[in-house]
């Protein structure tokens, strides 16, 4: 579904409708915006969760600013070993994994690895490496994120005494090979 599609689904919907889901979008809820967009449009229009990501794509640029954005996770050494403390389990490496979506684009997860699986630490989108990095531009052709996912993943891997795994830090792939046990 293009652009043109999705905003003539959006200038059809009853106001009602728009108003539910601009209200998740200012809140930052966009899968609850989403389910919204799913449950009224499946059947009439054939709209999917694939387009209906689109469209609340497009009402967070709509609504930009006015958008209350779930605060960014700290990315500071200190903040993170504590977060990979509170793991509740001995961390065995730290791990820089691409992700993607329609609202943040290509952003990097890092992981605290444990026993029994892994630990969401942080997320780097874009706006998260820039302020890291005092930047938002390639660095040494690299996505500025995932210099700022590699630098922040050794640093906590080294003061946590345990390996750190970036499979793809060069290019984004969310099916790069995954850290292994020894």
């Not at 599609?5 to 989403?34: C, K, M, N, T």
């Amino acid at each position: 579904m293009g652009r043109p599609e999705r905003e003539a689904f959006w200038a059809a919907l009853p106001e009602g409708i728009r108003r539910q889901v601009d209200g998740y979008v200012l809140q930052d809820s966009h899968l609850a915006a989403i389910r919204v967009l799913v449950a009224v449009g499946l059947h009439r229009f054939g709209v999917g969760i694939g387009a209906a990501k689109f469209i609340v794509g497009d009402r967070y640029r709509a609504l930009g600013d006015r958008t209350a954005r779930t605060p960014d996770t700290p990315v500071d050494p200190e903040s993170l070993y504590w977060r990979a403390a509170g793991t509740g389990e001995e961390v065995l490496a730290v791990e820089a994994v691409w992700d993607g979506d329609t609202e943040r684009d290509w952003f990097v997860l890092l992981l605290a690895v444990g026993e029994s699986g892994e630990h969401p630490l942080a997320v780097l989108d874009r706006n998260t490496a820039a302020r890291h990095l005092g930047s938002d531009d390639r660095v040494d052709g690299r996505p500025h994120t995932a210099v700022a996912a590699d630098r922040i993943g050794r640093e906590l891997a080294a003061a946590l005494g345990v390996p750190f795994h970036f499979a793809s830090p060069d290019v984004p792939d969310d099916e790069a090979p995954r850290w292994r046990r020894p």
